[in-house]
């Protein structure tokens, strides 16, 4: 698959409204917003700008939303939140050390074809004292074989995509630089349910919204009562930069 179907593949995936994935995602982006303080914060890999999206309906005029991507066609569906869009690599940011008070990488790293390099990037243009926040799919053998399987006929999906263990999101962001407060697994449901459901068509019912809306409800249940916060799809950090 050339790079403008891909393009293609990617936009009619992250802008289908008819997705409950998208819904879902929409609910953790909200999340991601509320811990955000005040100051300039980069979303690296903003995609078709859902955290900008979020940012602009609450109204966070306090915060200088910067998005950079380096698919051009994702970036053309980030009209809101931002105060400025890019285009580029996540491996080479431009921007100066020491530029941005939050950053934001949500399912980037394991995307990247060197996801220790984009850690050390993230950290380098963060100040001290600012934080990182990201979230990627978690490595689970027995899913990632079905993800295989699912996936082996569709070149949207690159060998690079690999699913990252707790102690590698560990190891990227200390070797970075950073210090880790938070690590832990969340959103044991719903990933699992969501993107099976698109991919059997029910979310095109008409029922995209309730279906992302009860999973997160349940996944935030379960993170409240999960005491190891070990249960989870997906692995998450907060860490900040010393």
């Known amino acids: ?142 899913l990632e074989a079905i993800k295989q399987m699912v996936r082996k006929k569709d070149d949207a999906y690159a060998d690079t995509h690999v699913a990252l263990r707790v102690n590698d999101l560990r190891i990227f962001l200390t070797n970075a630089g950073l210090e880790i407060d938070t690590l832990k697994c969340r959103d044991p449901f719903g990933p699992l349910i969501a993107i099976p459901c698109d991919m059997l068509k029910f979310s095109k019912l008409g029922l995209a919204f309730p279906i992302g809306w009860t999973v997160n409800a349940l996944d935030r249940i379960i993170e409240r009562i999960d005491v190891t916060k070990r249960i989870g799809l997906m692995v998450f950090a907060r860490a900040h930069k010393p």
């Open 1 to 142: 698959m050339c790079s403008s179907d891909l393009q293609q593949h990617a936009h009619a995936l992250y802008t289908d409204p008819r997705s409950a994935e998208n819904v879902r995602e929409t609910y953790e982006y909200a999340s991601v917003a509320r811990s955000l303080k005040s100051g300039q914060v980069l979303d690296l890999g903003c995609g078709v700008g859902r955290l900008g999206k979020v940012i602009a309906k609450r109204k966070r005029s306090d915060i200088e939303l910067v998005g950079i991507d380096i698919t051009p066609e994702l970036l053309k569906e980030a009209t809101e939140g931002y105060t400025a869009l890019l285009e580029g690599d996540a491996h080479h940011l431009p921007f100066k050390d020491n530029t941005f008070d939050a950053v934001i990488l949500h399912s980037i790293l394991h995307h990247a074809a060197e996801p220790a390099v984009v850690a050390k990037e993230a950290a380098r243009v963060l100040k001290p004292g600012g934080i990182l926040i990201a979230s990627d799919p978690r490595y689970i053998g027995f």
